[in-house]
């Protein structure tokens, strides 16, 4: 079933969305390096177990997760994106994401969301965290 | 230069329809304006547009192809988002070294980036750091 969505009228600064494990598994892992251009292992079609995911790729996933939960419009556009590493993920590990509103704000007409991720692996230690702010336009298209 | 950081990082990525197309699978952000070109033509950008994530992937590689390890465990990316990325484009990513930063107690290299089409336009930019 798919998971409840939030609109954005509903978003206030400190929502907080459920969090949400999945596994990173080589399957999904190969088919984003499919699409940016990264190296997978051309039998299999896999990315290999144990290899390092591009930490984008985490960043990437933990906002699947979040968008899965989000009802937004779709003249949404992302404006800035901050991103740290802290730990490397392998290809097969689980990971934890963490979702929550930061601000709220509006400047001629754009509505402005931001977005605060962060990624936890099995242990429990932060691999990464995130800011991400989204606009939305007013105008319908 | 020897032995220290790279004082400048160059990559090129050419931008298509196909790896658009992947990247929305991959990361199942299937909003219509990187997929629709019905849709995406009716919008300000006047036609797809690759997904920004995407851009910032490239930006990763070039890291990661120079720092291996200390850029999976301490990486960092400010980044704003300048302008749309288009089947076809041929984008070209720099990072000039600003010096080093100080975050937690903690020294990192220090880069501006930028990504431009071939037009010259800015697609994104900010800065990339590395702990080192």
Do not use: L
């Given at each position: 079933m798919p998971p409840k969505t939030v609109a954005y009228e509903d978003l206030n600064p400190g929502f907080e969305f459920p969090p949400t494990t999945h596994t990173l598994e080589p399957e999904v892992v190969a088919a984003y390096l499919k699409a940016v251009g990264g190296v997978v292992?051309?039998?299999?079609?896999r990315a290999a177990v144990g290899s390092p995911v591009p930490p984008v790729a985490v960043a990437a996933l933990a906002m699947r997760s979040l968008m899965s939960h989000l009802t937004l419009s779709q003249s949404s556009i992302h404006l800035s994106q901050d991103l740290e590493f802290l730990k490397p993920v392998l290809v097969g590990e689980a990971v934890t994401s963490r979702a929550a509103v930061g601000r709220k704000q509006e400047r001629a007409g754009l509505k402005m969301i931001t977005f605060e991720l962060t990624v936890f692996d099995a242990a429990g230690d932060k691999v990464m965290a995130g800011r991400m702010l989204v606009g939305i336009l007013e105008r319908k298209i | 230069m020897t032995g220290g950081p790279p004082d400048r990082l160059i990559l090129t990525r050419q931008v298509t329809r196909e790896a658009i197309r992947l990247y929305a699978e991959a990361s199942g952000d299937f909003n219509p304006i990187h997929v629709d070109e019905a849709f995406a033509a009716?919008?300000?950008?006047g036609g797809i547009v690759a997904h920004g994530m995407m851009t910032l992937a490239y930006v990763s590689e070039m890291m990661g192809k120079q720092f291996g390890e200390k850029w999976l465990s301490g990486g960092v990316m400010r980044i704003k988002f300048r302008g749309p990325a288009r089947p076809g484009d041929t984008l070209t990513i720099t990072a000039e070294r600003q010096g080093d930063e100080i975050i937690s107690g903690k020294q990192y290299l220090k880069y501006t980036v930028v990504c431009r089409n071939d037009k010259g336009q800015p697609v994104i930019d900010g800065q990339v750091l590395v702990a080192i």
């Open positions: 292992e051309a039998e299999s079609g | 009716r919008t300000p950008f």
